[in-house]
């Protein structure tokens, strides 16, 4: 049988078909004397309906493995695009937190000082301002600074802090002691400042 295994393996299969007739030309042309015995032909036949349904099975699994690889590439796609988003939406986060943190980093150094808090942020380059992995906004300071030398009048005027010693100390006259005792300045430093005045009424020993 070994002329029919070798037959077989030249056979012509078109659109999944066996063509028998170009396989029985080929017989009889190999053996143009002799008549192909009904076995053989039986087993031809046989053989012919095996190998077109190896031919069946084998298109099935290749439309199977089309349609896996089309769903593995679509499922890749949409991981890729998930994984898009993702990144992206972690960009829109990093950067609302940089922005809330110098936001409460310019309020607390404005806080109490500015005519305006919201006029005299505004004015703040945050470009310029470098946000620490602590929390530290760097360079800061040094705006601040710079605007209240260019603009001073956006900024309240600071008062230094008042510590009583010696009736007033630190340079301050005190109109409520004994020695500097004036009623005048009394009157206009509780309307401008109530809050000095009444200290400076207790390091005097006056309560008011």
């Given at each position: 049988?070994?002329?029919?295994?070798?037959?077989?393996k030249?056979a012509?299969?078109?659109?999944?078909?066996?063509?028998?007739?170009?396989?029985?030309?080929?017989?009889k042309?190999?053996?143009?004397?002799h008549?192909?015995?009904k076995?053989?032909?039986?087993?031809?036949?046989?053989?012919?309906?095996?190998?077109?349904?190896?031919?069946?099975e084998?298109?099935?699994?290749?439309e199977?493995?089309?349609k896996e690889t089309g769903?593995?590439?679509?499922?890749?796609?949409?991981?890729?695009?998930?994984?898009?988003?993702?990144?992206?939406a972690?960009?829109?986060?990093?950067?609302?937190?940089?922005?809330l943190?110098?936001?409460?980093?310019?309020k607390?150094?404005l806080?109490?000082?500015?005519?305006?808090?919201?006029?005299?942020a505004?004015?703040?380059d945050r470009?310029k301002l470098?946000l620490?992995?602590?929390?530290?906004?760097?360079?800061?300071?040094?705006?601040?600074?710079?605007?209240?030398?260019?603009?001073?009048f956006?900024?309240k005027?600071?008062?230094?802090?008042?510590?009583?010693?010696?009736g007033?100390?630190?340079?301050?006259v005190?109109p409520?002691a004994?020695?500097?005792?004036?009623?005048?300045?009394?009157?206009?430093?509780?309307?401008?400042?109530?809050?000095?005045?009444?200290?400076?009424?207790?390091?005097?020993?006056?309560?008011?």
């Amino acid at each position: 049988m070994e002329w029919l295994e070798e037959l077989l393996k030249n056979a012509v299969v078109t659109d999944g078909k066996l063509d028998v007739t170009a396989l029985m030309a080929a017989v009889k042309k190999e053996f143009p004397n002799h008549a192909v015995p009904k076995n053989d032909f039986n087993t031809v036949s046989e053989a012919k309906k095996k190998l077109e349904a190896d031919i069946k099975e084998r298109d099935k699994q290749l439309e199977n493995l089309k349609k896996e690889t089309g769903d593995a590439q679509e499922l890749q796609e949409q991981i890729k695009a998930l994984q898009e988003q993702n990144k992206d939406a972690q960009k829109k986060y990093d950067a609302d937190m940089k922005e809330l943190k110098l936001t409460n980093a310019i309020k607390v150094a404005l806080a109490g000082k500015a005519q305006d808090e919201e006029i005299v942020a505004g004015l703040i380059d945050r470009g310029k301002l470098i946000l620490g992995d602590d929390g530290k906004v760097t360079g800061l300071e040094e705006q601040v600074k710079a605007l209240k030398e260019s603009k001073g009048f956006l900024f309240k005027e600071e008062k230094p802090p008042y510590s009583p010693s010696h009736g007033g100390g630190s340079g301050t006259v005190n109109p409520f002691a004994k020695e500097t005792f004036n009623m005048t300045k009394q009157g206009e430093l509780l309307r401008s400042n109530p809050e000095q005045a009444r200290a400076l009424a207790a390091a005097a020993g006056v309560t008011i």
